[in-house]
């Protein structure tokens, strides 16, 4: 089984979309550890920077020379408009409850809008992306349709760059199988929910697939009217377009040059970047994360103890004053000398009858139980006699007997 | 090629994806990808995480079912990846059939029971539905 880190040979694709005879070594960065995390963050972070200021008018709500009427006057003491002659005078100035005041803590220009955030994990999140661009199972679960292209991570042969007709990138999507995500987009126009409507951003769709280039011979004219496709150069790769809305495995279509720029740019892990200065691939805290395949490895598994199977659960503990049971747990003895109190018990209670019976003359009436009783312990002494008789009498024997009761 | 490893995909993907419906009132999200036998959203029942995975769907010509499953090489060759056959035989034979492939090719036994059901739920649904009988109304 080849390692997770294996480098697998990526066929080149003609814009025809057949195998040109060119392959590529997949580039490390597609080994990065893919952190979702990371991009999110670093997404939110980004997408604050195109943002231009909103704010309120600074005078809003000053432009009065109110004053409160202070107490006395039986009415509010909120600061009111100066003067006669018109609505104004009298009504309720500065405050933000009334109307026509400024507002609670006015927005202002100068509020931080821009984030700033630190180049490594700029580039951590990038790489990430790129990683995570080249996972069929991401990238379909981000949405994109890409069931029928031929290999993942798409790379085209660089004919593409000079493409300068729209029809022309038409024709390649479609023969790329690359079509029928960007009919998704078409079908996925919608207006906008809510009031963006009203300030122009009134039109919403999703987004398509990502042309990477190495260099741009037309290939931005051709694809820029074709609706969810974005072009980006390998120089310039943005995170706010590889992982839109900060969600990882967009679909990406590298053109040659730009995939074996790769490489260079970003470093592999045993060469550091020679584009970037001082830059080398974030190491991955778990080479192998394959879970199931750990999980059954015989070093893992030697290491473990016996798994245990039946986990012993707490029991309630019974008081053995009041439960029997338990009391027969700790002492078994107990039962015998339950036994014999109840039997005592009993026995008290029939020689008491029997006293009276006799004094009264009546004759008891015995239950079949103390009458059958009374046959066992008759039967027994009979026997206990007839075995007595039958044993040699020896001389051991002989002094036994009287001792013993 | 090991590829992305099934865990850490769905540790990617488990709150966030294309495919992930979440309903009011249960628990459990569904998930609308191809290859799901039970439209759960779960680890074992996801159609794009893992290596193998079973799909059972309607026939196109509207009798039997198609199982559609995924080719263990080559798996970022997308366009090569799936192979489908359609069982078309009346449902015991297809059922067995599906039933000897799972087990047999030893291909995600663990989602026999749920391959089986999910055809016969198709199946169900190709025959005909049974005509109401008309009840004579009660009069007053």
Known sequence: MASALARPLITVYSEKNEKTGTSVHLPVVFKAPIRPDVVSFVHHQMSKNRRQPYAVNKDAGHQTSAESWGT????????RVRGGGTHRSGQGAFGNMCRGGRMFAPTKTWRRWHRRINVNQRRFALVSSIAASGVPALVMSKGHMVHDIPELPLVVSDKVQSFNKTKQAVIFLRRIKAWT????????????????????????QRRGP???????????????????????????????????GGHVGRFIIWTESAFRALDAIYGTWSSPSSEKKDYNLPTPKMTNTDLSRLLKAEEIRKVLRTPNKRPVRAVRKLNPLRNVRAMLKLNPYAAVLKRKAILTIQKKH????EFLAKKTGVPLQKTKQQVRYEQLIQKRKEAIQKSKAAKPKTAKKAKKAPAAK | MAGIPAHLSWAIIRNNNAFLVK?????????????NLSNLASFRFNGLIHKKTLGVEPAKEGKGF?????????QHKLSKLTNKTTMKAGPRRSLYKLRRFIVKNGYRKDLTKAALRRASAVLKSQRPVPAKKNRPKKTE
């Open chain 2, 66 to 74: 198609q199982l559609v499953w995924k080719k263990t090489r080559n």
């Open chain 1, 181 to 204: 995500d960007v009919q998704k987009v078409y079908r996925s126009r919608r207006l906008r929910a809510g009031k963006g409507k009203m300030r122009n951003r009134r039109r919403v």
């Open chain 1, 72 to 79: 006395g006057r039986a009415v509010a003491r909120i600061p």
């Open chain 2, 23 to 35: 309903k009011r009132n249960i628990k459990k999200p569904f998930s609308t990808e191809p290859s």
């Open chain 1, 210 to 244: 990502l042309i990477i280039y190495g260099e741009d011979q037309g290939l931005k004219l051709a694809f820029r009217n074709i609706p969810g496709v974005d072009v980006c150069s390998v120089k310039k790769l943005s995170l706010l377009k590889l992982a839109p």
């Open chain 1, 350 to 353: 029939l020689d008491k009858q």
